[in-house]
């Protein structure tokens, strides 16, 4: 594996072959009652469809769509209750011909969107939990699918235990391990190296010093030869540095972690806060023209 593999162009999606010269805005569609920024203002397929085409309008041009909260202490949702959520609004998604991408890391869940349509797996698991039934994981559905775009995420323990007792000792090298182990994995089951992204987990199991440390050393990160996927949307360790208890007033800071990440090399950022982000992506934009 080279580096070299991060300068390409595209992530191969099912229908989208999706640009990677220029940095992507991933609008967040939760369809839960319980998420720990928006939860319950599109837990219904109408609302959440309006969200979307809001995301939309203000640039995003990734959508990603998500049944159940894996935030810090999240209960688990059953497979029928992630499947009655997130199904009729992808149904719906569809229609609006952008890539749609489903945070979920039930391989029935994925199999069932797949098999309507969906662009790409956004795994916070990295498909790593097995079927409910049944033998095999989200490697095998994804592997079995011919173009799916996927994206692997590192989280330490679980959701529930995940910040009760975060990672120890330097986190960067840590979290390189386990991503390439995993891109590895899907590798030999025959995914091809441009359907695959990587997420180095913001929240997931670390401290606010060593979220922080992921940023700064984000460069080496890409040494793994992927594209890198940035998770910092009003994220408690942003909280913790600007003093905002409320995820809704970490907009500001939110804007300036991705346009940092950017700035390192992340091809993919995923956001609440669309137009904020679009809007200073464009001036780093226009001063990169005049460099």
């Known amino acids: 594996m080279t580096a070299e593999l991060h300068q390409a162009p595209v992530w191969k999606t099912t229908r989208f072959e999706?640009?990677?010269?220029?940095?992507?805005?991933?609008?967040?569609?939760?369809?839960?009652?319980?998420?720990?920024?928006?939860?319950?203002?599109?837990?219904?397929?109408?609302?959440?469809?309006?969200?979307?085409?809001?995301?939309?309008?203000?640039?995003?041009?990734?959508?990603?769509?998500?049944?159940?909260?894996?935030?810090?202490?999240?209960?688990?949702?059953?497979?029928?209750?992630?499947?009655?959520?997130?199904?009729?609004?992808?149904?719906?998604?569809?229609?609006?011909?952008?890539?749609?991408?489903?945070?979920?890391?039930?391989?029935?869940?994925m199999q069932a969107c797949l098999d309507l349509g969906a662009d790409i797996i956004n795994d916070v698991w990295a498909l790593q939990r097995p079927f409910e039934h049944g033998q095999g994981s989200g490697v095998e559905v994804v592997a079995a699918h011919p173009d799916c775009g996927v994206c692997l995420m590192h989280m330490h323990l679980e959701p529930r235990s995940m910040q009760v007792a975060p990672m120890t000792g330097d986190v960067v090298p840590q979290?390189?391990?386990?991503?390439?182990?995993?891109?590895?994995?899907?590798?030999?089951?025959?995914?091809?190296?441009?359907?695959?992204?990587?997420?180095?987990?913001?929240?997931?199991?670390?401290?606010?010093?060593?979220?922080?440390?992921?940023?700064?050393?984000?460069?080496?990160?890409?040494?793994?030869?992927?594209?890198l996927l940035s998770g910092w949307s009003r994220k408690s360790s942003l909280g913790s540095v600007t003093g905002h208890e409320v995820p809704r007033e970490r907009v500001a800071a939110s804007v300036a972690a991705h346009l940092l990440a950017i700035e390192r090399g992340a091809r993919i950022v995923r956001v609440h806060d669309v137009r904020e982000t679009v809007d200073a992506i464009k001036v780093w934009q226009a001063m990169l023209a005049q460099a």
Request: proline share 8%.
């Open 175 to 227: 979290v390189m391990d386990f991503l390439r182990q995993r891109a590895e994995r899907l590798r030999a089951q025959g995914v091809a190296p441009e359907r695959l992204v990587l997420d180095y987990g913001i929240g997931f199991g670390k401290t606010v010093a060593q979220n922080f440390a992921l940023l700064a050393r984000q460069p080496e990160l890409l040494a793994l030869g992927y594209p």
């Open 18 to 109: 999706i640009d990677l010269g220029q940095p992507q805005v991933m609008g967040i569609v939760n369809v839960t009652p319980d998420s720990f920024s928006d939860g319950g203002r599109h837990d219904d397929p109408a609302r959440a469809l309006a969200h979307a085409e809001q995301l939309l309008k203000d640039g995003a041009t990734i959508l990603d769509i998500g049944g159940e909260s894996t935030r810090p202490g999240a209960p688990p949702v059953s497979l029928q209750d992630e499947l009655d959520r997130v199904l009729p609004v992808l149904r719906l998604a569809l229609k609006l011909g952008v890539p749609l991408s489903i945070d979920t890391y039930k391989p029935e869940v």
